[in-house]
Nanobody, 115 residues
Framework: QVQLVESGGGLVQPGGSLRLSCAAS????????MGWYRQAPGKERELVAT???????NLADSVKGRFTLSRDNAKNTVYLQMNSLKPEDTAVYYC?????????WGKGTLVTVSS
């Protein structure tokens, strides 16, 4: 069992930046992927960015060049640095870890991009 706790969401103006954090309740070794998904009102949940235990990252085309995913193994934490935010980035952002034998989700953090 793994608990994931997200933080860092909030209201930001277009063009602004936010950093989301996702802390896992325990050390996770050899996960398949860990990262972020988002769900906008009326839309399906979609992948934003994930990283493998080997360090390979995968970013959605819509966020490439603006978002960066990183991790701190000592803190069991992954970070999503979001720059040049757009109104269409508004969504609830969920942290996810896929251990292969099970997938775990955080409760989500709301990001609102609006002037």
């Amino acid at each position: 069992q793994v608990q994931l706790v997200e933080s860092g969401g909030g209201l930001v103006q277009p063009g602004g930046s936010l950093r989301l954090s996702c802390a896992a309740s325990r050390i996770i070794f050899n996960f398949k992927t860990m990262g972020w998904y988002r769900q906008a009102p009326g839309k399906e949940r979609e992948l934003v960015a994930t990283i493998t235990s080997g360090g390979s990252t995968n970013l959605a085309d819509s966020v490439k060049g603006r978002f960066t995913l990183s991790r701190d193994n000592a803190k069991n934490t992954v970070y999503l640095q979001m720059n040049s935010l757009k109104p269409e980035d508004t969504a609830v952002y969920y942290c996810n870890v896929d251990l292969g034998y099970g997938k775990y989700w955080g409760k989500g953090t709301l990001v609102t991009v609006s002037s």
